[in-house]
């Protein structure tokens, strides 16, 4: 099906999106249809076809809409080599912790975890969105920066992408925060720590 430019506005896409977060957190994956999203958001099905093409279009979108939103710029702008890596990683750091303080987007990852085994897919497609984006920008980050060096990066940036969304997982979705809970800022500062430390190490340790 073609898609008509002219058929799609931002207004109406923001209220797709917004029917779409409430019905698929309500709901889940499976149960949520494109009838019931249009019926939130008040318009035709054919206008969420024309806007995102398909259920799983839409659910990507929702994705991109959810995280990306947050910590898309810090990932497109031109690599800051001209601040210390610790203020740079410092940075997305606390940006991308933001993201436990809104209720919606914990809901989205208990909604993603829980719908993972029954459409793998999905769990893909957050990894391929998400994860890959901040996978890449690290290791493109840490090459380009003529102050650190890592002898595996893209190891490097799993464990720091990895770290995050265990910390958020743990404290807001296992219950961790009643039990062991740990304060934000200090894990920021104590990976940050870890990260750039470890880049220095491996730099010194060059021939």
Request: proline share 5%.
């Amino acid at each position: 099906m073609k898609i008509s430019a002219d058929s799609r506005s931002p207004d109406k896409a923001e209220a797709i999106l917004a029917a779409a977060t409430a019905t698929f957190l309500q709901h889940g994956y499976a149960h949520t249809s494109m009838d019931r999203v249009a019926l939130q958001a008040g318009v035709s099905k054919h206008t969420i076809y024309n806007h995102f093409g398909d259920k799983r279009g839409l659910f990507r979108a929702l994705i991109e809409h959810m995280v990306l939103r947050h910590f898309a710029l810090e990932l497109t702008e031109p690599l800051p080599l001209h601040l210390p890596p610790a203020v740079v990683l410092k940075n997305i750091a606390q940006i991308l912790l933001t993201l436990k303080e809104d209720p919606d987007y914990i809901a989205f990852l208990r909604l993603m975890i829980a719908e993972s085994e029954n459409f793998p897919d999905l769990s893909e497609l957050y990894a391929q969105e998400v994860m890959k984006c901040g996978h890449d920008w690290f290791v493109a980050y840490a090459n380009a920066h003529p102050q650190i060096h890592f002898t595996h990066p893209s190891q490097v940036a799993h464990i720091f992408f990895g770290a995050i969304t265990a910390h958020i997982i743990g404290q807001e979705i296992l219950g961790a925060k009643r039990v062991i809970p740990i304060e934000s800022a200090g894990f920021i500062d104590t990976l940050i720590e870890m990260v750039t430390t470890q880049g220095q190490h491996d730099k010194s340790s060059l021939p």
